[in-house]
């Protein structure tokens, strides 16, 4: 409860001395307001229907909730902007040289871990689901026909695995030519400061 | 199933050495940041991942997967962590948690897990979903010195090689508003939790008397108290979180602290918010921003 002001209470109508200091008369007018308005509120807290959540329910909310949160908002914004308009640059100007450089068309890590997990899924159900499945339930022909099946994975994995040896081996003649450091991969460098 | 105890912080506020640390309490299995609860179901939370980059999925869930399901951080566990999450895509993110707390609860037997995102103190409606999942759930809320997170932030957007000169531009700039917001989040998200489910502890009262911060935070939680479990706390190394994972997920934590993550106590020198908003970075702030950051900065305990 706002503290009323009284007619004849502004500072025209009192003296310099009552100016400078409040006078004592005033004091428990103070005191009986702040109550009022302690009380007030508190009967409010407790009586009144609070929303489940104090977290803003929309946009709006949010950027009204305080200067900060809107400036969040308007950051936000600007980045996907941002992103977008890079994103469009790269289809645009790269274009050409990606078509003709297919492998540039994705990133090479994530084509690397798409491509790992991809190989690593399809090893795994032909080790753990199918052949099992196949193999409890079936008869001698569906046996034999699973037995050709896995010898012919076998041996596409083992000639997949030397092709990668090889693969490894040429790529580690080139990077020979190279200054030896620059071929290693470092660690990050810990600086411990000693006190 | 083990009762949730969540930390709300923003990031750069050592979340990740404060919540290694309570994790590290015999009554409490503490995860690395899961961030399972971001979207609603586990194919939205994998779309968001792979935006940033992280093909397989989030690499906290996938070492916490690969620890209790399959027996030990390995890249192959790693990847049948993920083949596993790529089949329950359709599952509520929720699902997957309570799976994973279930999991932490036979193998470790603790009646208490510790999760910590901080992107969730970014996105209100995800707030508000953890606490509709959970409502018994505890909270820890932890802070940093504005000024000092101010500084943190900067160093690690000069240093993230993912970002253009604009962006980093961009984000220096805006990165001020992140400490704000965060809070505000924070604050408002907890005005409405039972008595009791929520406690704050400053992460530089954590630096300068971790021991006696700990016993608080075990004393509040209704945990053990006595030197052994609180000792326990001070050795946040022994986490099989805090060490840098296999190569497919090898973080899952800040990785300044995983390089480094043994407790050391010391006395962080504190920024000025007063300083900040007249003769620093903040100089510009229009008055309205000045006050409000000062005032929440004094609400949360800083000058």
């Known amino acids: 409860m706002a503290h009323q002001k009284k007619k004849g209470d502004s500072p025209a109508s009192k003296s310099g001395d009552e100016l400078r200091s409040p006078s004592t008369a005033d004091m428990p007018d103070l005191a009986e307001s702040a109550l009022n308005m302690f009380a007030a509120e508190r009967d409010l807290l407790l009586t009144g229907d609070l929303p489940d959540s104090a977290l803003p329910q929309s946009e709006e909310e949010y ?133 | 199933m083990a009762r949730l105890m969540m930390m709300l912080s923003p990031p750069r506020s050592f979340s990740s050495l404060v919540s290694t640390m309570i994790g590290q309490h015999p009554e409490i299995y503490g995860f690395p940041e899961l961030h399972c609860m971001v979207r609603e179901t586990m194919g939205e939370t994998m779309k968001w991942e792979r935006k940033r980059e992280k093909w397989l999925g989030p690499p906290g869930l996938l070492r916490a997967m690969a620890e209790l399901m399959y027996g030990g951080q390995t890249a192959e566990n790693v990847m049948d962590a993920t083949s596993w999450l790529e089949e329950r895509l359709h599952w509520k993110s929720k699902d997957i948690m309570n799976f994973i707390m279930d999991k932490a609860e036979e193998v470790e037997g603790t009646p208490f897990c510790l999760e910590k995102t901080p992107t969730l103190s970014f996105l209100p409606e995800a707030l508000e979903r953890v606490r509709q999942a959970w409502p018994d759930a505890l909270y820890v809320h932890v802070t940093r010195h504005p000024v000092n997170l101010k500084k943190s932030m900067d160093e690690f957007i000069l240093h993230n090689p993912r970002l253009d000169d604009e962006e980093k531009q961009n984000r220096l700039d805006k990165a001020m508003a992140a400490w704000p917001v965060t809070q505000r989040n924070i604050l408002d998200f907890c005005s409405r939790l039972e008595p009791g489910q929520y406690i704050r502890i400053r992460g530089e009262d954590v630096l300068a008397d971790a021991f006696t911060t700990m016993k608080q935070v075990a004393e509040w939680a209704g945990l053990r108290t006595d030197d052994e479990a609180i000792n326990c706390m001070l050795r946040p190394e022994d986490s099989p979180y805090a060490n840098l994972g296999p190569p497919n997920a090898a973080f899952g934590n800040d990785p300044k602290f995983i390089s480094s993550p043994k407790f050391r106590p010391g006395n962080p020198r504190m920024g000025s918010v007063a300083e900040y908003v007249t003769t620093g970075a903040g100089k510009n702030f229009s008055p309205d921003r000045k006050a409000y950051l000062m005032q929440l900065a004094n609400m949360l305990g800083y000058e």
């Open chain 1, 63 to 195: 950027v009204s909730r305080d200067p900060f949160s809107a400036d969040y908002v308007e950051f936000r914004l600007s980045e996907t902007r941002h992103r977008n308009e890079k994103q469009a640059k790269v289809n645009t100007k790269v274009r050409a040289d990606l078509l003709e450089q297919p492998h540039l068309l994705e990133k090479p890590a994530e084509s690397g871990s798409r491509g790992a997990a991809a190989i690593w899924r399809s090893l795994r159900d032909m080790l753990r689901e199918e052949s099992h499945t196949v193999m409890d339930n079936s008869g001698l022909q569906e046996l034999l026909m699973l037995k050709r099946e896995l010898e012919t994975r076998k041996r596409i994995v083992e000639a997949v695995n030397e092709g990668l040896a090889n693969q490894l081996k040429r790529l580690e003649q080139r990077l020979s030519v190279y200054d030896k450091e620059a071929t290693q991969i470092v660690p990050a460098k810990v600086e411990i400061k000693k006190d």
